[in-house]
């Protein structure tokens, strides 16, 4: 039972990261159409921010705001340079674009920073575990957890509580009749990015915590993952983007704890059949949208 839980727990710490990716994703997809593919560089460019404002003395809460706000402030350049000028075109011209987009930044990483891992040191404060009854949970894991959970609430309450966040629900429902009622759609789609940044720096630390460095490669797979989870869970709904999350962390999580150690090599190709199942039976994912494709 004491194992049960402590993988439930490692569960609900990666499906957390993974739900925050993928609501970023689907926040931007919900009103704009777009899987922003460059969302994984938002990640990365937040883990170097910290390793380079670390290396100047900056006291280590501060390079974590700094990290985010970096990851902020390029997601919404990245929509006024990359995508604003293509936002009446094809989905298949912006689809492209955001590949082009990813594959500059980390050419830019890889060039004028380094293709080697940068190692960011993990505060010792979160290097220990917490004894809860008989069991001993990671702190970086307790964080995770507690760090996605404050995110999620926050975002509910700014969706369903400020004034643009209501317009943002608006023009996820139908962004044409919200641009006629009086939506601003260029401030819409800007927040979108700019809470799509917020989220990937967050998941950015989470990620940077487990693994102690960052490269220019640091977004690639987790940003993947996250892409399966909004599949998974319903392209376009933020709610199904946080349940797939936490169904493929919980998938990853389960199959590397009980699997046999001879097919423990073909975790992710299992998990993969795992998700394909799923969508056999809910086609258009778990929570589907009014409008399969816009």
Do not use: C
Not at 60 to 74: D, E
């Amino acid at each position: 039972m004491e194992f049960f839980l402590q993988q439930f727990l490692n569960a609900l710490a990666l499906g957390g990261t993974y739900a925050l990716l993928g609501l970023g994703l689907a926040v931007v997809f919900s009103v704009l159409g777009l899987i922003n593919f460059a969302h994984g560089e938002l990640m990365t460019l937040t883990g170097y921010g910290i390793f380079y404002a670390l290396l100047f003395g900056v006291p280590y809460p501060l390079a974590l705001i700094i990290g985010v706000v970096l990851a902020t402030g390029a997601a919404i350049l990245m929509e006024r340079v990359a995508f604003r000028p293509v936002r009446n075109s094809s989905g298949t011209t912006m689809l492209l674009t955001s590949f082009a987009v990813s594959t500059i930044l980390h050419i830019l990483f890889q060039n004028l920073i380094s293709a080697r891992p940068k190692a960011i040191a993990v505060p010792n404060s979160l290097t220990g575990a917490v004894a809860i009854a008989d069991m001993q949970i990671g702190v970086i894991q307790l964080l995770s957890i507690l760090v996605t959970a404050v995110s999620l609430l926050a975002l509910t309450l700014f969706l369903r509580r400020s004034l643009l966040g209501i317009a943002m629900r608006a023009a996820a429902e139908d962004f044409n009749v919200a641009r006629l009622m009086g939506v601003n759609a260029n401030l819409v789609i800007s927040t979108a990015f700019g809470i799509s940044g917020v989220l990937a720096g967050i998941a950015g630390i989470l990620w940077l915590f487990q693994r102690g460095s960052v490269d220019p490669l640091m977004g690639f797979l987790p940003v993947l993952k996250a892409f399966i989870a909004v599949v998974l869970g319903g392209l376009g709904s933020l709610s199904g983007a946080v349940i797939g999350g936490f169904i493929l962390g919980f998938i990853e999580v389960g199959l590397r704890a009980y699997l046999p150690d001879g097919v423990l090599a073909y975790r992710d190709a299992i998990s993969l059949t795992l998700v394909i199942l799923v969508l056999f039976f809910w086609p258009q994912g778990i929570v589907a949208r009014r409008e399969a494709v816009r």
